[in-house]
């Protein structure tokens, strides 16, 4: 495999004594950290509708114990509501900065998502168990692994201080991540000034696989529609009318053939792309990353890398037709697609939204009547990497890794880090993570590379100090 490129590594802003007594301290914590972890797991807190809300409780006031005994001083279970119910438990701890100190906030979620179907799993999705050196269950990656890397780093940090630890720090635990965030804002603008910092660490991200440190330094934005083409007022009998007429099915799908060129590009006219990305992304690790199918080509122009994370990628997702067991011999009049539009890092998704609302109109078919239902978008992201937290950050990884950290995407959205950078326009925010390619967050067998993890830990100790000690008077 093509080696990653990565950025000559920063200057240290701590003396090699301390960064050596950091590694021994997280050594030292890790049995405690994986042994919270696992106890974190075994709380099934969920934030959908059809599961049991009081787990969701529970894995709140876990969080709220956990942080109470890293050192932080106000620690409180908090909610906003949620149209005419209360909305889901978020855990927000708190600890002052000195004077002339920076304030860090650090995220995570508490929630997680469903286990799946229990047979596809190797273990109780709900017990945690260590097998050849991953951790598997539900949460145990994503995320309770940032929780802990939180809690573990703060621990450190104060032991290697103790009083001298000026650093403000805020820990916001969100509860309603996999339920899509919706309070999210909400929140922000209730607790505004209690989560107000000056450096943002989002830990919900991967590293670039095993050994490799990440800075998740892009987000693509999105745009989600729905298109429907009619061509009858109702049904009519194919034998009787077919022929003149085309039924909407195939008018859909010949207006959704124009959304790529011969290459699989995306073909839609005003929407940015870049091909600016360093990183090397091998095709044969992606194929199997991806499950593709032998023998299916890959689509589109430009480096892989590019493709994935600066470059639009418009999908369907969906499709309302006529399903074939109950379909009668007539022309459909009407059928409609779901579509998933990624836009590139800089482009303004509601200017891609209009992009490709331009497309569909003057696409419709032999004339075919053509509704676009616009139904949501976010924001895309892109770390400043000019900035004191972002040179911060990739010493810490390189550190903690013994070797640089690389500079990768997301191709898909954070929606609540558009939310971030509107409500705190001067905060520096870094997104950084415990996964790894293996982790299968979100399917079963979750699973999380413990060396891997006490990596992490050892580098968001270090970022904290090395924050701690930006500002000392």
Known sequence: MDQPHAPAAPRSPLAPVLVEAVRDAVRAGMPRTVRELTELVAIP????????????????????????GAGLDEVEVLRVPLGDAPGHPAVVARRPAAPGRPTVLLYAHHDVQPPGRRELWSSDPFVAEERDGR??????????????AHVGALRAAVAQLGDDFGLGVTVFVEGEEEAGSPSFRDFL??????????????????????GVPALTTSLRGMVGAVVEVSVLDHAVHS?????????????????????????????????????????????????????????VRLAGRGSLASRLWTQPALSVTGMDVTAVDVAANTIAPSARAKLSLRVAPGQDPGEAAEALRRHVEAHAPLGA??????????????????????????????????????????????????????????????ITGVEDPDTRAHSADESLHLAEFERAVVAETLMLLALDASRRE
């Open 369 to 430: 009547r053509v509704r676009f239902d616009l139904e949501e978008t976010g924001q895309s992201f892109r770390t400043d990497m000019g900035s004191d937290a972002a040179r911060i950050a990739q010493w810490a990884l390189g550190e903690a890794w013994g070797r640089p950290a690389v500079e990768t995407g997301i191709g898909g959205s954070i929606p609540f880090t558009a939310d971030l950078t509107e409500v705190y326009p001067d905060a520096q925010i870094l």
């Open 189 to 210: 603008e209730a607790y505004r000034d209690r989560l107000a910092a000056d450096v943002i660490v989002i830990a919900d991200s991967a590293n670039w696989e095993v």
């Open 45 to 68: 807190g969920i934030a959908w509708d059809s599961f049991d809300a009081q787990q969701l409780e529970r894995s709140a006031e876990a969080v709220a114990a956990l942080l109470a």
């Open 239 to 295: 034998g009787m009318y077919g022929g003149p007429v085309l039924d909407a099915p195939t008018l859909l799908a010949r207006l959704i053939a124009t959304f790529h060129d011969d290459d699989g590009a995306v073909a839609v006219e005003g929407l940015h792309a870049e091909d600016s990305t360093c990183l090397v992304y091998d095709e044969e690790r992606f194929r199997a990353d991806a499950a593709v199918l032998d023998g």
């Open 135 to 148: 951790l598997y269950g539900r949460g145990a990656a994503d995320d309770k692994a940032g929780i802990m």
